[in-house]
């Protein structure tokens, strides 16, 4: 892994830890649009529950700290694909 790619990847996590500290409490521009759109008489439950939803660990509460270790858990998970499916795709052209 080069430095490059190892910066990001602290960029993120810095981000992540940050984020939910200087994010807003109200809701986004996308679910308040979806808010005003969506009829209520059409049922809005999920296919599949979300492990972590509302950007928290349900078992550790909706505190902060709870939404910075969903948020290092998903940039991990999602660096973790990108970086085993760019592995593969540079495996291929070689």
Known sequence: ?????LG?????ILIAILAPYLASSDPDGLE????????PEVSDEAVLE???P????PSL???PVSGVVAIIIG???VFGLAYGLGY???KKET
């Open 1 to 5: 892994m080069d430095k490059f790619v």
């Open 8 to 12: 990001g990847l602290v960029v993120a």
């Open 32 to 39: 308040s649009a979806a808010e005003k759109i969506i009829n």
């Open 50 to 52: 979300s492990p972590m």
């Open 54 to 57: 509302d950007y928290v660990i």
């Open 61 to 63: 509460g909706e505190d």
């Open 75 to 77: 940039v991990l998970v």
């Open 88 to 90: 593969i795709l540079k």
